[in-house]
Nanobody, 124 residues
Framework: QVQLVESGGGLVQAGGSLRLSCAASGLTFSRYGMGWFRQAPGKEREFVSA????????RYADSVKGRFTISRDNAKNTVYLQMNSLKPEDTAVYYC?????????????????WGQGTQVTVSS
């Protein structure tokens, strides 16, 4: 059974940083692209960032480019999202997801497995 478990969310002031982690089990992690999405209240779930199988290829939403960094450790079956210079508009539930594609994708429909999410709240 595939499980994706996010952690690292919390409450932070604007300008602060958080590091999200997503631990995967039940799949061959190194053969899955990994993505982060977020969903704010009343809004659709949106793409944040994605990383390919070995971490060489990454993608970012324009809204987080230059502030967020995605990385992965295949030995630990874990993907990370380092979030710096956080803004109140980054407030959302953040989800990690796994996709069989070698190339990172921003298409939510391409992802096969999803975590339960972790809340990130940025105060002004």
């Amino acid at each position: 059974q595939v499980q994706l478990v996010e952690s690292g969310g919390g409450l932070v002031q604007a300008g602060g940083s958080l590091r999200l982690s997503c631990a995967a089990s039940g799949l061959t992690f190194s053969r899955y692209g990994m993505g982060w999405f977020r969903q704010a209240p009343g809004k659709e779930r949106e793409f944040v960032s994605a990383i390919g199988w070995i971490g060489a290829n990454t993608r970012y939403a324009d809204s987080v480019k230059g502030r967020f960094t995605i990385s992965r450790d295949n030995a630990k079956n874990t993907v990370y999202l380092q979030m710096n210079s956080l803004k109140p508009e980054d407030t959302a539930v953040y989800y990690c997801a796994a996709d069989r594609s070698r190339i990172p994708t921003s298409d939510r429909a391409e992802y096969d497995y999803w975590g339960q999410g972790t809340q990130v709240t940025v105060s002004s």
